[in-house]
């Protein structure tokens, strides 16, 4: 199986070649024998990549470690959950997980499309396959995970313990579903602008591989946070580490194309900036590869400097020359007839969120690469770390949230005074009462204190939203409001959805906020000893040391503290935090010591206990931190999640979910006056 | 743009990127999660100042804490000295730059001094982020600068399509807004028919 899978490699190169080469060929000469030829060229890539993946798979779980990659990352003690997952815990596995998911979806997208769009699908499968063709090429020359030893190791080294982790088994393959679905759009712009039919077409198909690839992306990163925080024990969940914002990058250009689609959709406008933001988020996506592949920016992700990051700053060059060619080429074609009837409108509103989404994306790319610019310029060597990124990107967002809020409340084409006080009485009203109130709560923390008034407003202006259609369906049909609320979603699910993906974020910001109110001590204690610290609400804490125990299980030894803990004289349980040494089966150390976090969270805040270091028999340094609001960082995550799923879920009348995603205000006559309607 | 302007046009970029100096190329030492690259016998330089006269702690331990997250730990981890000294059991370089801490905070440096002594050994790196002057300013100004002219355009932009849009008719006063019911009855039907 192993042989086959090694060999499957070769032959998925050689049919993805035939692939791109007859695809092209098919759609220039017009021969559909060659479209057929090239599509089940892809289809019998994807079998052959499948092969392939079942072969590291069962080198993996036989513990093949005449194979370098089996011995480099697992042993014969690692638990074989997590010898399953290393298929992605190292840079020529992943390489072959980001091959068989492209092969995946390009297989989707053909299927799916083998009746619709067939003057672009030449292009589209021409496109996919050449992706594949680098992926597969730089796989077989460059980093092959089926490469031999030249001796055959008693054990393996293992697998990294800080990527034994739940959240690191499912993190990667979420961010590479999201990396990778970036790809499917970017192959319809590639055809689109290669057949000059640049018209809603290409559009309708890609928006929902745009949302797939968001919604994945948007996964990835939130169980990243989350394996940042219990995993790394630094005590926060974000920390701008370069491939942190590689991830950010696509997300955010993303983000903006599924708003400023809707404007082509409706109003025929931004056709350029639509087909720029659709090869941007793509590009970015490579580019957040060739960071963590090429060691050209320090990071705590980088894999060990490798010959692969030339390979995709190469294939990252041509990606950016090719497009920018074709998109030079057809500006003519990109140009619509835009007429904006009103500065104050839905559309220049979601202008201005664009812009806003670029921007913050420039910044953090600006931010990621100012250390080699700096280097470049000056000759010296600058750290460019949380500070930084904080002081640019906190008004940044902050304008984001803010217009997350105004936006939805603006009409299409024109917003009159009248509609603008209907729309924005309430929900300005409750902004300034939460200012208010954050201020007698003593918020004086100006980040924090915008941060929750901006929420409030969105929050508000969501709920007007949801009230205001929950009873235009109770005054249309005479249900009641209860009924109406899930079939108000259901039959407007890219709207409604929308809005809980909205609230998703303001949840998300209102915890960042809550990092005003962070704190953290230093501890000595041995074994009996105790130390009151006092948190951001004033609750004094008593942390009393246990002792040090030390003991083996499955793969490690041991070293953990717990810590009696009490708030204002009330129990509140053990807090156990441990020192990891992960050991081979002959018991020698694989890896440096690393951190599990006690942690005792609530809404409220976690308390966040870690093990810094031992001294002596029993004595032992922690560093206790109290973070407010963590959990709510997980929850605005899972709501942008169902609301990413309520806005991609299939409509049960697929008819008229079809009439309804091709609506189009139509222009209307001079001097006609259309009643202030907010729609989405 | 012409087929051929482009053709052009990328020889240009060539070599401008040819240009740019080849430090770029030049990789930085990369950290793995094999945790950190270097030992305090490779990265480590003392930072030490003599006490000042009469000499009293120039600052709480919070204050000091505060201080360590503003200076790099220079074991290759990308975290501040306290998180790093905090957090890392095998670091030996943040707990040995956290005795140089607390050595001039005895002696009494202020947190400015202490700083810039730190930067005169190791270098700007040593910094979490750059100081705001000099070329570091760009870093800093440069995506409110994108961010203005983003917004210039844009509205440009805007008023260009504005200036397309044939001119409205001014509305018969005998018009009246519609109620909300109306409104609600209207925005349900249009949603209905998509």
Request: proline fraction near 4%.
């Given at each position: 199986?192993?042989?086959?899978?090694?060999?499957?490699?070769?032959?998925?190169?050689?049919?993805?070649?035939?692939?791109?080469?007859?695809?092209?060929?098919?759609?220039?000469?017009?021969?559909?024998?060659?479209?057929?030829?090239?599509?089940?060229?892809?289809?019998?890539?994807?079998?052959?990549?499948?092969?392939?993946?079942?072969?590291?798979?069962?080198?993996?779980?036989?513990?093949?470690?005449?194979?370098?990659?089996?011995?480099?990352?697992?042993?014969?003690?690692?638990?074989?959950?997590?010898?399953?997952?290393?298929?992605?815990?190292?840079?020529?596995?992943?390489?072959?997980?980001?091959?068989?998911?492209?092969?995946?979806?390009?297989?989707?997208?053909?299927?799916?499309?083998?009746?619709?769009?067939?003057?672009?699908?030449?292009?589209?499968?021409?496109?996919?396959?050449?992706?594949?063709?680098?992926?597969?090429?730089?796989?077989?020359?460059?980093?092959?995970?089926?490469?031999?030893?030249?001796?055959?190791?008693?054990?393996?080294?293992?697998?990294?313990?800080?990527?034994?982790?739940?959240?690191?088994?499912?993190?990667?393959?979420?961010?590479?579903?999201?990396?990778?679905?970036?790809?499917?759009?970017?192959?319809?712009?590639?055809?689109?602008?290669?057949?000059?039919?640049?018209?809603?077409?290409?559009?309708?198909?890609?928006?929902?591989?745009?949302?797939?690839?968001?919604?994945?992306?948007?996964?990835?990163?939130?169980?990243?946070?989350?394996?940042?925080?219990?995993?790394?024990?630094?005590?926060?969940?974000?920390?701008?580490?370069?491939?942190?914002?590689?991830?950010?990058?696509?997300?955010?250009?993303?983000?903006?194309?599924?708003?400023?689609?809707?404007?082509?959709?409706?109003?025929?406008?931004?056709?350029?900036?639509?087909?720029?933001?659709?090869?941007?988020?793509?590009?970015?996506?490579?580019?957040?590869?060739?960071?963590?592949?090429?060691?050209?920016?320090?990071?705590?992700?980088?894999?060990?400097?490798?010959?692969?990051?030339?390979?995709?700053?190469?294939?990252?060059?041509?990606?950016?020359?090719?497009?920018?060619?074709?998109?030079?080429?057809?500006?003519?074609?990109?140009?619509?007839?835009?007429?904006?009837?009103?500065?104050?409108?839905?559309?220049?509103?979601?202008?201005?969120?664009?812009?806003?989404?670029?921007?913050?994306?420039?910044?953090?790319?600006?931010?990621?690469?100012?250390?080699?610019?700096?280097?470049?310029?000056?000759?010296?060597?600058?750290?460019?770390?949380?500070?930084?990124?904080?002081?640019?990107?906190?008004?940044?967002?902050?304008?984001?949230?803010?217009?997350?809020?105004?936006?939805?409340?603006?009409?299409?084409?024109?917003?009159?005074?009248?509609?603008?006080?209907?729309?924005?009485?309430?929900?300005?009203?409750?902004?300034?009462?939460?200012?208010?109130?954050?201020?007698?709560?003593?918020?004086?923390?100006?980040?924090?204190?915008?941060?929750?008034?901006?929420?409030?407003?969105?929050?508000?202006?969501?709920?007007?939203?949801?009230?205001?259609g929950?009873?235009a369906r109770?005054k249309m049909y005479?249900?009641?409001?209860?009924?109406?609320?899930?079939?108000l979603?259901?039959r407007?699910?890219?709207?409604?959805?929308?809005?809980?993906?909205?609230?998703?974020?303001?949840?998300?910001?209102?915890?960042?906020?809550?990092?005003?109110?962070?704190?953290?001590?230093?501890?000595?204690?041995?074994?009996?000893?105790?130390?009151?610290?006092?948190?951001?609400?004033?609750?004094?804490?008593?942390?009393?040391?246990?002792?040090?125990?030390?003991?083996?299980?499955?793969?490690?030894?041991?070293?953990?503290?717990?810590?009696?803990?009490?708030?204002?004289?009330?129990?509140?349980?053990?807090?156990?935090?441990?020192?990891?040494?992960?050991?081979?089966?002959?018991?020698?150390?694989?890896?440096?010591?690393?951190?599990?976090?006690?942690?005792?969270?609530?809404?409220?805040?976690?308390?966040?206990?870690?093990?810094?270091?031992?001294?002596?028999?029993?004595?032992?340094?922690?560093?206790?931190?109290?973070?407010?609001?963590?959990?709510?960082?997980?929850?605005?995550?899972?709501?942008?999640?169902?609301?990413?799923?309520?806005?991609?879920?299939?409509?049960?009348?697929?008819?008229?979910?079809?009439?309804?995603?091709?609506?189009?205000?139509?222009?209307?006559?001079?001097?006609?006056?259309?009643?202030?309607?907010?729609?989405? | 743009?012409?087929?051929?302007?482009?053709?052009?046009?990328?020889?240009?970029?060539?070599?401008?990127?040819?240009?740019?100096?080849?430090?770029?190329?030049?990789?930085?030492?990369?950290?793995?999660?094999?945790?950190?690259?270097?030992?305090?016998?490779?990265?480590?330089?003392?930072?030490?100042?003599?006490?000042?006269?009469?000499?009293?702690?120039?600052?709480?331990?919070?204050?000091?804490?505060?201080?360590?997250?503003?200076?790099?730990?220079?074991?290759?981890?990308?975290?501040?000295?306290?998180?790093?000294?905090?957090?890392?059991?095998?670091?030996?370089?943040?707990?040995?730059?956290?005795?140089?801490?607390?050595?001039?905070?005895?002696?009494?440096?202020?947190?400015?001094?202490?700083?810039?002594?730190?930067?005169?050994?190791?270098?700007?790196?040593?910094?979490?982020?750059?100081?705001?002057?000099?070329?570091?300013?760009?870093?800093?100004?440069?995506?409110?600068?994108?961010?203005?002219?983003?917004?210039?355009?844009?509205?440009?932009?805007?008023?260009?399509?504005?200036?397309?849009?044939?001119?409205?008719?001014?509305?018969?006063?005998?018009?009246?807004?519609?109620?909300?019911?109306?409104?609600a009855a209207l925005d349900a039907a249009v949603r209905r028919?998509?």
């Open positions: 199986m192993i042989l086959v899978g090694e060999l499957s490699l070769w032959v998925a190169l050689l049919m993805a070649t035939w692939g791109a080469t007859v695809s092209f060929a098919g759609g220039q000469l017009r021969r559909a024998d060659l479209v057929e030829s090239g599509e089940r060229a892809l289809y019998a890539t994807l079998a052959m990549v499948i092969l392939a993946s079942l072969g590291l798979w069962t080198a993996l779980l036989t513990h093949d470690f005449s194979i370098k990659y089996v011995a480099s990352f697992t042993s014969a003690n690692l638990p074989k959950v997590y010898t399953i997952t290393a298929f992605w815990g190292g840079q020529s596995g992943s390489l072959l997980f980001w091959a068989l998911i492209l092969s995946i979806y390009t297989a989707i997208t053909l299927w799916t499309n083998r009746t619709r769009n067939r003057e672009l699908m030449p292009y589209v499968a021409g496109t996919l396959a050449l992706i594949l063709i680098f992926f597969l090429a730089t796989i077989c020359l460059g980093s092959n995970p089926f490469e031999r030893l030249d001796f055959i190791p008693a054990d393996g080294r293992g697998l990294n313990p800080q990527l034994q982790n739940p959240g690191m088994a499912i993190h990667p393959p979420n961010l590479y579903l999201g990396y990778v679905g970036t790809s499917i759009p970017f192959a319809f712009a590639i055809a689109a602008l290669l057949t000059r039919r640049l018209d809603a077409e290409w559009l309708a198909a890609v928006r929902r591989w745009a949302l797939l690839a968001w919604f994945f992306n948007t996964v990835g990163i939130v169980l990243g946070m989350w394996w940042a925080y219990v995993e790394l024990g630094w005590g926060g969940y974000w920390a701008w580490d370069p491939v942190e914002n590689a991830s950010l990058l696509p997300w955010l250009v993303n983000t903006a194309f599924l708003h400023s689609i809707m404007v082509q959709e409706k109003r025929g406008m931004l056709r350029k900036w639509n087909v720029t933001l659709v090869v941007s988020a793509f590009l970015l996506s490579i580019f957040g590869t060739f960071i963590t592949r090429s060691g050209v920016i320090s990071s705590v992700h980088s894999f060990a400097q490798s010959p692969v990051g030339k390979w995709f700053a190469a294939f990252l060059i041509v990606s950016i020359v090719v497009t920018a060619y074709l998109v030079s080429t057809r500006l003519h074609d990109l140009r619509s007839n835009a007429e904006l009837e009103s500065m104050v409108s839905r559309e220049a509103a979601f202008l201005y969120n664009n812009l806003i989404l670029v921007g913050i994306a420039f910044s953090v790319l600006w931010g990621t690469l100012f250390p080699i610019i700096s280097e470049a310029v000056r000759g010296n060597k600058i750290t460019v770390g949380p500070p930084f990124f904080n002081t640019v990107n906190i008004p940044l967002g902050l304008l984001l949230l803010l217009l997350t809020g105004i936006g939805p409340l603006i009409a299409w084409r024109r917003a009159s005074i009248a509609n603008l006080k209907r729309q924005f009485l309430t929900p300005v009203a409750v902004a300034a009462t939460a200012g208010i109130l954050c201020l007698a709560l003593g918020v004086h923390n100006l980040a924090a204190l915008l941060s929750y008034s901006f929420g409030a407003l969105v929050v508000a202006t969501i709920v007007q939203e949801f009230y205001k929950i009873n109770h005479g249900e009641s409001r209860i009924v109406a609320f899930p079939r979603i259901a407007n699910r890219r709207r409604y959805g929308g809005y809980i993906v909205h609230l998703g974020v303001v949840v998300v910001f209102a915890a960042f906020a809550g990092l005003a109110f962070k704190r953290e001590f230093d501890l000595t204690l041995s074994a009996g000893d105790s130390k009151v610290v006092t948190d951001a609400w004033g609750h004094r804490w008593t942390f009393l040391s246990q002792g040090i125990s030390r003991y083996n299980v499955l793969n490690r030894e041991v070293t953990a503290i717990a810590l009696d803990v009490t708030r204002d004289g009330k129990s509140e349980g053990v807090i156990t935090s441990e020192k990891r040494q992960h050991v081979d089966s002959r018991g020698a150390p694989t890896f440096e010591p690393s951190t599990e976090v006690g942690i005792k969270g609530s809404f409220k805040q976690d308390v966040y206990v870690v093990l810094a270091g031992v001294r002596g028999a029993d004595g032992a340094e922690i560093r206790v931190t109290f973070n407010p609001l963590v959990r709510w960082v997980w929850l605005g995550g899972a709501l942008m999640a169902i609301g990413g799923l309520v806005v991609m879920w299939p409509a049960a009348d697929r008819q008229r979910a079809q009439a309804g995603y091709a609506a189009v205000l139509k222009p209307r006559p001079v001097g006609e006056r259309v009643p202030d309607l907010v729609g989405a | 743009m012409k087929r051929r302007e482009f053709l052009l046009a990328v020889p240009a970029l060539g070599l401008g990127a040819a240009m740019f100096p080849r430090r770029l190329a030049g990789a930085q030492a990369v950290q793995t999660f094999n945790g950190p690259m270097a030992d305090a016998n490779e990265v480590y330089r003392p930072v030490t100042l003599a006490a000042k006269p009469g000499a009293q702690a120039s600052m709480s331990d919070a204050q000091r804490d505060d201080l360590e997250h503003k200076l790099h730990c220079q074991c290759g981890c990308n975290l501040d000295v306290y998180t790093c000294r905090t957090t890392d059991f095998a670091c030996s370089v943040s707990p040995a730059m956290h005795a140089d801490v607390m050595g001039l905070v005895s002696g009494g440096y202020g947190a400015e001094e202490i700083l810039a002594a730190f930067k005169s050994v190791y270098g700007e790196k040593v910094l979490m982020a750059p100081g705001k002057s000099g070329f570091n300013l760009v870093g800093y100004t440069m995506p409110f600068v994108a961010l203005a002219v983003g917004a210039a355009m844009v509205t440009a932009l805007l008023k260009r399509w504005k200036s397309r849009a044939p001119v409205a008719v001014t509305t018969p006063s005998s018009y009246t807004d519609a109620s909300e019911g109306e409104l028919d998509g």
